[in-house]
Structures are given as C-alpha cells and as structure tokens.
C-alpha cells in the first residue's frame, strides 16, 4: 500500500477551499456475486438497471415518508455545507452533505417532479446514467450516516436516510459494497459479523476468564449460552477478537459479576451489530434482530442488555420494537411471547451504560478511582449514540449516563471542545460500513476534525485517554491516530476504566443482592 | 484476477483458497511489504496456521499475544510487539502472510 500524504493537525478548524473531484473515484471494493445472492440481491447489476432503480425509487420515497420530504424540502441555504468531516477533511465539494443529496435528489426530481419531467435543466434534474450510478457508488460510500448535517439543517434533512436510500437502491439493482455485505452474510449465517465459530468464541471466553482470574483471584465468568440466565447480553463481536474492545468485554463481565444478576452471551446471536441499517435494507436489518429474538425466546431470559456499540444500540433503541418486539411495538405471535417474557420493570432493551451507571445510583459498585489516575480521559460521543438514541429516560441521558460512570471510576476526565461533542460530535470517520482497508484515504482524512479537537484538549488539559462506546470507533481510532502522532493505545472502550477500577468481591463469600 | 507466485488472490492480495498456501508464498506477499520474515514472524504465522486448522477462524489478539508470550517470552507477548512486526496489524497481514481469510467485521 502506498504511504498517503496526511497534513499535520491545523491549530485552528478551517473550512477549506473546494478542491473539485479530490476525492473522485471507483470507490470501495464491490461486492462478489456469491455475497450478493446471499443477500437476496442480484448477483450482477442487471440489465434493465435504471427501470429497476426507478421504481425501486418510487417505491422507497413513498414507504418512507421522510425520504421524500428530504428531498422536496432543502432550500439550498448551505448551512450544512461544513458540517460534514468528509467535506472538512477531503476538501471535496461533493463531500458537502447538500452535494450528496442532491446527487438522489436530482434524479428523484427528474422522475417524481412535474418540473423535472418537463423542464429538467431549469429544476437541476438529472437522469440515473452509468456517470451517475458512478458518483452515487462513490460518494454514497463516503457517507458514515453520522446525521451530525441534520442537527444543523434548518429543516432537520437528514443525509444518513438519503444515503441509506441510495445503497439500497444500488444493491437491488445487483450494485453492493463488499465489505458491508460479506459481513451480513457472515452474521446470517454463522451469527456475528467476524464468522466466529462457537468453538472459537466458547474457547476465547474460558482464556479470558483464566486471565480475569489470575490477575484478580476472583472467579469471573462469561457465560454462553446459559438457560438459566435473566440477561442475554448481545455486544459486538469485536469485543470478542480485537483490541481495545476486549478489555470492555472483561469490564462488563465484572460489572455482572459484582451485580450478582446472572447473565449469558448466545452462541447463536453473538453480535450486536446490524449493518443491515447501513445498506438501507428493512429486511436485511429485521433478520439480524429476529436472530437476538430467536436467542431470547430459546435462552427464556427475562432481560435484553446491549453492549458497547453506536449503531446497534440506535437499532436496539429506536428499530427493535417494531422489529422484533422487543420493547412492544411488532404484533406477530413470537413478538408477543416475547415481551410477555420480558421484566416491564426494566428498560427493554437496556444499555450496558445504563445497567452500570444504575449500579452505581444504587451504591453497589466500589470503585479504586486511583487505579486509573494515570489517565487524563475524554470521551468520544458515537455517532449513532448521540444523534440517534437515548439513555436512562432523562433528557441528553445518552451524553450523561457515559460520563457519569467514567466519572464514578476516574478521577481525571474533561470534555473535548464544545462544538465538537454531543449533539454536535464528529464522527470518527469509520463509521456507516467504511471500517475498510480500501477506504483508508477517506477514513484518516474524515478523522481529522475529531483528531483536531482532540490535539486541543492534549495539549490544554493534557489528556492522553480517549474512551468511547462503539466498536467502530475504537477501531477507527486504533488505525487512524498514529496518522496525527498520537499513541494508538490511548483509546479505550469505556468498561475498559470501569474494569480498571472495580474493586471486585468473591461471590462466594458475599450474598447476591435479591433486589435486582 | 491477481495472483501470487501463480495462485489467485483477492483484491485485497488474501488467498482465495487456504490450501494453496506454502511457506514461498508468505514469503513472496511479506517482500511485497517489505518485510523480511524472521524467526518471530514465523512463530506467529505458525500460530495462526495452528489455531485455524482446529477453529476454523483466526485467534483474538488476545489468544495471540498470550500464545506469543508463550513461545518467545512475556516481553514479546504484547499487542505492541506484534504491530512492530506486522505494522497493518498481528491479525490482518499475519493472516494474510498464514494464508486465512482476513478478519473483518468492526475491527
């Protein structure tokens, strides 16, 4: 691979100058027909590709309703033109969010408006042509759906659903990404995005308690597949493999451990995420929830807690009722069954955030808040967290209860400039189905508004730990800060410092708490 | 299709098939990078060879250094000792160099 040209973290943010086409291209890897087929998607783009697009259009705009506001809405005030990182860190106008709509939108106008049937050039409309189809491909896939454009549009138009909008249309006419979609056959197939066999993951969860337990002396476990459990915990399977995430994985089970509630992983649903969100597709996304149903229903739990992942917990949060019925909402026999099972007295599904911070309202959590005082931490708001989901029931609960426990297990945490976190967080660059090598250039350049801010809080309040609650973004951040000369070990997953500074209690010795 | 030393690869230079690979073709793809395989490189290639044939999937980092730590002594058995060996990463280029599908998924 050859060594990209990365400029150093400017002192101030600057919105750049355009530099047109800068970011042109063939975009990612497409995806083979063999995962495509796996997918119910044609294995080729078809023939009659533009026929099928257009109605797929047509289709897509009046099931969703808010699609086609989108598209009628925008009055051009260019008040998201520098909001988006891609645009920030590519220079390249077709980056700017309004660019990127109106890539659908003057299609859309030229086959849905009475002006763009008749009048195309006066109304910007276009026709769906193989140059087209090329800049949706491309530019369609530099999208990380972060939604942080909708929080600034007057209108709230929302480029995530435009862009979600456009990959499925691309992948119904037999036009998919190859990373995306080899990983939802994978969690079709074999139950997480990794294809981690159940050997694989029954023996990394047994090495994992061995290593918890020479270090602490305690007996920590990390059930799978327990049908006596209250809680299925459905988490990314990063956390199973990759570094930093699997040190949240051990803090979650600490966290359970000290709870005294019992709990279980499920071989056969051993993935939170669901990047059937990303390419658009109802059905791809309801499969992957009916799989974390299916696991429930068959484990009998009585609670559904989720871990450390952005857009997982948006699916969970804001899709799983109507998905799947978890939280009441789908009204198919398996939905009510399952939430007949489920306890009405806690959150369903609840967040692995949510399950620790009411430890610790409760009391029962001992924290050694000094193990962590060599770290000077910030967190990183996930995307999908802040702009998509809630936590706790409060009002901005998904900014509070995070900070809140990573205040309750260190003593040194600082926010990141203001602009730049919560509602109005940047992306880490990784985020939407860009997780991939043949994205690198855009992932280090859409990077570098986050980075910039993070440069600011080192150096003025000397930070040096980074914590998050996504998967996506942890490895993002793992690859891309040795590009801004930064330590790529300072991110970590937040039960990361939860785990550090538990003070864990033998089971044995002290009685489980009957009240949770 | 892309090959190495006549056996096809992805684009992404990973084996289409595992039973392809030979220990001229790690060495072809780590002179592609620019890497000299040494002893230690061969100790996790072998790792990684070993745990797939029983797992069918690649180890966690985790069950890598530890095994590392094993073989060549707790000082090399960190995440950071890999990377110095496999700067793209223990599991992606290691895997690549072993002859196993790449590990993807939000890693």
Same mark, same amino acid.
């Given at each position: ?20 086409? &800068? ?8 995806? %083979? ?19 099928? +697009? ?32 891609? !645009? ?10 309004? +660019? ?5 939108? %003057? ?29 949706? $491909? ?8 972060? /939604? ?6 007057? $209108? ?11 990959? @499925? ?82 803090? !979650? ?12 992983? &499920?071989?056969?649903?051993?993935? +939170? ?70 306890? %009405?007295? $806690? ?41 998509? %989901? ?12 995070? /900070? ?63 914590? +998050? ?19 790529? !070990? ?14 864990? &209690?033998?089971? &044995? ?8 | ?34 890497? @000299?395989?040494?002893? @230690? ?9 070993? $745990? ?56």
């Amino acid at each position: 691979m050859a060594e990209l040209e990365i400029d150093k973290l400017p002192t101030y943010l600057e919105i750049p100058a355009i530099q047109k086409d &800068s970011m042109a291209g063939d975009g990612p890897f497409k995806a %083979s027909a063999e995962i495509q087929e796996q997918l119910g998607f044609p294995g080729e783009k078809v023939e009659n590709w533009q026929q099928i +697009a257009i109605e797929k259009m047509a289709e897509t705009t009046s099931k969703y309703r808010s699609v086609q506001v989108f598209l009628d809405a925008c009055v051009k005030c260019g008040a998201c033109t520098d909001k988006c990182h891609y !645009y920030l860190g590519t220079a390249d106008p077709k980056n700017m969010p309004v +660019a990127r709509q109106d890539l659908f939108r %003057s299609v859309y106008r030229r086959h849905f408006t009475f002006a763009g049937k008749y009048f195309p050039k006066l109304v910007g409309a276009k026709e769906l042509d193989d140059a087209m189809l090329d800049d949706w $491909y491309n530019y369609f896939h530099q999208c990380s759906q972060c /939604r942080r454009c909708a929080v600034f549009c007057p $209108y709230g138009i929302d480029t995530a659903e435009i862009s979600m909008a456009a990959r @499925e249309v691309m992948n119904v006419i037999g036009v998919g990404q190859k990373y995306s979609n080899q990983i939802l056959g994978r969690i079709n197939k074999i139950g997480n995005n990794l294809g981690m066999p159940e050997p694989a993951l029954r023996d990394t969860l047994l090495d994992l308690e061995e290593e918890i337990e020479k270090e602490t002396g305690v007996a920590v476990k990390l059930p799978l597949d327990n049908k006596h459990a209250e809680i299925l915990m459905v988490t990314p399977s990063a956390d199973f493999f990759a570094e930093p995430h699997i040190d949240g994985l051990i803090g !979650y089970a600490k966290v359970f451990h000290q709870s005294g509630v019992t709990w279980t992983m &499920s071989s056969y649903a051993s993935e +939170a995420a669901n990047f059937g969100m990303f390419i658009g597709s109802y059905e791809v996304m309801r499969k992957g929830a009916l799989r974390i149903r299916k696991a429930a229903l068959d484990l009998g739990v009585s609670r559904i807690v989720v871990g450390e992942c952005g857009h997982a917990w948006r699916v969970a949060y804001s899709f799983w009722n109507t998905l799947s019925g978890i939280g009441g909402g789908a009204s198919d026999e398996y939905a009510l069954k399952l939430q007949k099972q489920l306890d %009405s007295n $806690y959150p369903q599904p609840q967040h692995i955030i949510e399950f620790t911070y009411d430890l610790i309202q409760k009391g029962i959590l001992t924290f050694d808040k000094t193990k962590n005082d060599h770290r000077k931490v910030t967190f990183h708001d996930s995307c999908n967290v802040a702009r998509g %989901s809630n936590m706790g029931d409060i009002e901005n609960g998904q900014f509070i209860l995070p /900070r809140e426990v990573i205040k309750a297990a260190c003593n040194h945490f600082v926010d990141m400039p203001k602009a730049t976190i919560k509602a109005s967080t940047y992306c880490c660059g990784g985020g939407g189905g860009l997780l991939t090598d043949d994205l690198i250039e855009l992932r280090i350049k859409g990077a570098m508004p986050r980075m910039q801010a993070l440069k600011q809080s080192q150096e003025n309040d000397g930070v040096n730990t980074l914590a +998050a609650i996504c998967a996506i973004c942890k490895s993002q951040f793992s690859k891309v800060l040795p590009n801004y000369d930064f330590d790529p !070990y300072m991110i970590v997953s937040v039960h990361q410092l939860v785990s550090d500074a538990l003070v864990l &209690s033998d089971k &044995s010795e002290t009685k489980a708490e009957d009240s949770l | 299709m892309a090959e190495i030393l006549g056996v096809g690869v992805d684009e992404e230079g990973y084996l289409l098939k595992i039973a392809d690979w030979s220990e001229e073709i790690a060495l072809a793809m780590a002179a592609e990078d620019d890497i @000299e395989l040494s002893a @230690e490189h061969w100790e996790v290639i072998n790792f990684l060879r070993e $745990y797939f044939e029983e797992y069918e999937f690649a180890p966690a980092v985790r069950i890598l250094t530890k095994a590392i730590a094993k073989r060549l002594g707790n000082d090399k058995g960190n995440s950071r000792y890999l990377y110095s060996l496999f700067p793209y990463g223990p599991a992606k280029q290691g895997c690549r160099f072993a002859g196993l599908p790449k590990p993807t998924g939000c890693v």
